[in-house]
């Protein structure tokens, strides 16, 4: 959960949304289809639709379509496996 930081066209990434969850974590979801399902300034609870399975991100345009998941922590990268549920 948490609020939507930005929902935009990412050079390398494709459709991107970043969600600003507080206290300093970030996801970002990449790779997503043309138009997000959100905006920046939303807010979000966990298990809303965001975007959906994409193939819009150069860098990964040799892979199956899929959503690429990044976090951070109070700006340092971070394992995404380590707080979502698997």
Request: aromatic content about 4%; proline content about 5%.
């Amino acid at each position: 959960s948490g609020k939507v930081e930005s929902a935009a066209q990412d050079d390398m990434y494709g459709v991107t949304v970043v969600i600003d969850q507080g206290g300093g974590v970030k996801t970002t979801y990449a790779n997503l289809r043309s138009q997000p399902a959100v905006k920046a300034g939303d807010q979000v609870a966990a298990g809303d639709v965001i975007g959906y399975i994409g193939q819009t991100a150069i860098c990964e345009s040799a892979q199956e379509p899929h959503v690429h998941i990044a976090m951070s922590v109070n700006g340092e990268s971070v394992d995404p496996g380590e707080y979502i549920p698997g």
